[in-house]
């Protein structure tokens, strides 16, 4: 039962890290109606639980990235850090300073993600976090039949900022390249299988605006499957035609 929830808490959190908040609030890949915004919004807060990002900041900062990616100013690169432990701090600070206002990004930054300022104060929170954080470790006291696995829930506590950190630390340091970017991006594979598709760092940074992260044959996207789905059942409208198109706040790249 314990290995069961890890996976499915891993799983669904990466999901909706990558289809909601990185696709949907930093990128706008796809539009979708108010309730179906409402729920992938609920969604993410349910999955990510403890460790909740806020649309706003998570989009700021992800926008931040591909402006700055691997310079002195991109908020989480491992070009200009010793460890990931580092590189997630100077993020966590960053992230901070957005989330309460002591901090203003550029206006280019701002802008077409979405916003439940009731949800997103309540769950960003310490009492919160600390209830999720608790459901996790009772549900532990009743299932685990090994104290070792006791080791797996700090895991639960910080899902979100872990799944950054292995995002942009190995996204950026290990793999192959298929584009010529002006910046150290990588596709690490076969880690990405436990991303979602978001370790496709060298594909993406590349193409920024295109949704679907796999560039080659033997490259499978999973989020990039689940879009696909949703966009079937009406539930989103995937924004087609954007290969080669790039943000404002991106960089330009050619195929290697």
């Known amino acids: 039962m314990v290995y069961l929830f890890f996976v499915t808490h891993w799983g669904l959190s990466v999901l909706m890290q990558s289809l909601f908040l990185h696709r949907y609030a930093a990128h706008r890949m796809y539009t979708t109606g108010p309730r179906t915004e409402r729920a992938l919004h609920l969604l993410t807060l349910l999955t990510q639980g403890s460790s909740y990002l806020e649309p706003r900041a998570y989009a700021v900062l992800h926008r931040e990235h591909h402006a700055f990616a691997d310079t002195e ?3 989480h690169s491992p070009a200009h850090h010793r460890n990931p432990f580092r590189m997630m701090l100077e993020t966590a600070r960053r992230y901070a300073g957005y989330l309460t206002g002591r901090r203003q990004p550029e206006a280019r930054f701002l802008g077409g993600y979405p916003e439940w300022p009731l949800v997103d ?9 600390i209830g999720f954080g608790a459901l996790y470790t009772l549900f532990y006291w009743r299932f685990a039949t090994r104290r070792w696995q006791y080791l797996a829930l700090p895991i639960h506590y910080v899902m979100g900022p872990l799944h950054g950190a292995i995002v942009n630390w190995c996204g950026h340091r290990y793999g192959y390249r298929n584009f010529r970017t002006r910046d150290l991006s990588r596709n690490t594979l076969p880690v990405d299988v436990v991303c979602m598709g ?10 920024p ?16 499957q689940v879009m ?23 960089k330009a790249s050619s195929l290697l």
């Not at 949704?211 to 080659?216: E, K, L, T």
């Not at 789905?229 to 790039?246: M, S």
């Open 121 to 129: 104060h309540t769950f960003n929170q310490w009492p919160a976090r």
């Open 209 to 224: 605006a295109n949704p679907d992260f796999a560039a080659r044959r033997f490259e499978l996207d999973p989020t990039w």
């Open 73 to 75: 100013k991109d908020p």
């Open 228 to 250: 696909k789905l949703l966009d079937r059942w009406k539930l989103i409208h995937l924004v087609h035609g954007t290969e080669g198109l790039h943000p404002p706040w991106s």
């Open 198 to 207: 978001e370790l496709f760092q060298n594909n993406h940074h590349a193409r």
